[in-house]
Structures are given as C-alpha cells and as structure tokens.
C-alpha cells in the first residue's frame, strides 16, 4: 500500500513533538502583522515551508473561516505534512510531547490508548495538507479558526513548527465553494465510517465534516477497476491488494469533532478507497483496520 499514515506514521507524530519538545512550543515568527478590524471577505494565510520550519505570512488574526496556503521553498528539505491545532486549557504542550509519540504504538498498550484518549480529548486539530516536492505546487485548505488562543503549525515528517495567535471579536469571513464531499460519521455500532458525495469531481475544493466523536483524515488513493469496499476489508486481512501501482492519491491533516475543512484537490478520474488510520480511543487499532474505509468514484 501507498498510505503516508499507515506506512509512516510512528515517525511522522514522533519526530513532530521531538521539534516541539526542542524548541519548547514556541518557535520565532516570520513576521507579525496585526489582524484588520475591518470585516472581510477572506482571509488567506501564506505558509512558506522551508528546512528550517514554517514561516506564516500573518502571525496574528481575528478568528472566523480562514484558507491557508501552503508553499515550499526548499524542496525535499522541507516536504511533509502542515497540521494546524491548538490545545485546550488544562492540558499544556510538555504532555502533549510525551503523549503524541504513543498514538500509534504496535502493538497497542494500555499505556498508549491512555495517550489516545488525552490527545482527542485536549488537542483540537483543524487540518492540514502537505507541502509538495514541487515549489511550484500549492496546497490549499480552509477552516474556520473558531476560538482564541494559541495554535500550532507543524511539518509533521521535519520536526518543525511555528505558532500564530487567534485573538479579538471573531470575524465575519467566507469559505471557498465546496464541489464535492467526504464527511465522516459514526456508525450504530460505535464504529466510525465515511459518507461520499455521488458526484464528487477529480478536482476543485473538497468539503470534509467530522460528524462522529473521534478524529479522522482522508487519505484517498486509487484502486483497481471493479474494487469493492469488500475488497478493502480483505485487503487489510492481507488478502489482496486493490490499489493501483503508482496510482493517484492524496491525504489531509487531522480534523477534530464537530470541525469542518475544505481542501484542494487534483486527481485523475476513476475509482478511489478513502480511508482514515487515525488510532481507536478504544484499543488503539487504526480506523480503517476496524472498518473506517469506502471505495467511491471520481466522476
């Protein structure tokens, strides 16, 4: 399989908070620029990614929706994955860094599904999408910045990070128009799934809402012709592989309960498994293991 989250994710959480834990949650600021008291119609926030951590063009701003564009500068130095997220009261950035290197412990343990838990309980994650090889590429996702306070930007694979502060009344400000849709739910049996729209398009702005009580990512990638869901299930029994070699895919950062996040996409038509790996806060297995898979089509 090609899953970034699957195939890396150990290292992807544990090398984040190693940076966070270096530079003591706090990292320098490219630049400050006070938020407009004025409303407006959007605001765009420019992430430049380089080896030496994120640089955000505006430091601080007024919450409401609010669309980050994601560009690197320093090619393989600094491609990885930017999340947004912030931390609730009570729970302080010394244990997140000791509980996020946990989450995806394999084999589970009590010790890690502990973790789980304080993480989607006390972290409130708000997306995210990678900055591409190509400088040329932008990444682009919109979420509504709902709450003051401080709010980390993460490579997730460099062990970089900066901050920027939401404060003041929040702001009126629009999203992009969504073309299509991926939300996920959770299902009567406590489990989690995902609902796709029918006539999702190969490209524009993707709309995700976390309707269920844990959070998840979208991590969509080609398969076969013919693939079923079922195809899905075996192939995470180690039956099988439904994927297309080489085939188009892409991922999202981590959205929380209740948020919603739209993001831009590109990818060719065709047939598509959309999974979340994000751990169980129930025994710690990824989601798409236990279930949280689709297959879906790009018309």
């Known amino acids: 399989m090609q899953t970034r989250y699957r195939a890396a994710a150990t290292a992807l959480l544990l090398t984040a908070t190693a940076g966070m834990a270096a530079t003591g949650g706090a990292a320098e600021a490219s630049g400050t620029h006070h938020a407009h008291a004025k409303a407006a119609k959007s605001l765009v926030i420019t992430i430049r990614s380089k080896a030496s951590g994120p640089q955000l063009s505006q430091d601080t701003l007024r919450p409401g929706k609010t669309i980050f564009k994601v560009r690197n500068v320093d090619g393989k130095a600094s491609k990885g ?21 946990a989450l995806f412990a394999d ?15 006390n972290v ?20 509504n910045i709902n709450k003051a306070g401080t ?11 900066t901050t920027f502060t ?4 929040a702001q009126k400000r629009s999203f992009p128009s969504r073309d299509g849709f991926i939300n996920a739910k959770s299902t009567k049996g406590g489990g989690n799934t995902f609902v ?42 180690g039956q099988g592989n439904p994927f297309v070699k080489g085939g188009a895919a892409t991922d999202t950062g981590v959205i929380s309960p209740g948020h919603k996040f739209l993001w831009s996409y590109h990818l060719k038509k065709g047939r598509y498994g959309v999974m979340c790996f994000w751990p169980s806060k129930d025994d710690g297995m990824p989601h798409a293991i236990m279930g949280m898979h689709i297959v879906t089509r790009l018309r």
């Open 81 to 101: 994955l930017i999340q947004v997220f912030r931390l609730k009261k009570g729970y302080d950035f010394t244990q997140a860094s000791q509980d996020f290197p």
């Open 107 to 121: 084999p589970p343990t009590a010790d890690s599904i502990a973790a789980v838990n304080r993480i989607d309980d």
């Open 124 to 143: 409130v994650f708000y997306g995210g999408m990678e900055a591409k090889g190509n400088g040329s590429k932008v990444a682009k996702w919109a979420v």
């Open 151 to 161: 709010y980390y930007v993460v490579n997730f694979d460099k062990q970089t990070l």
């Open 166 to 169: 939401a404060k003041g009344k």
């Open 196 to 237: 796709a729209g029918k006539h999702n398009p190969p490209k524009g702005w993707m709309s995700t809402k976390n309707n269920a009580a844990e959070p998840h990512f979208v991590d969509i990638e080609q398969v076969k012709k013919g693939t079923t869901n079922s195809d899905l299930t075996a192939a995470f029994q």
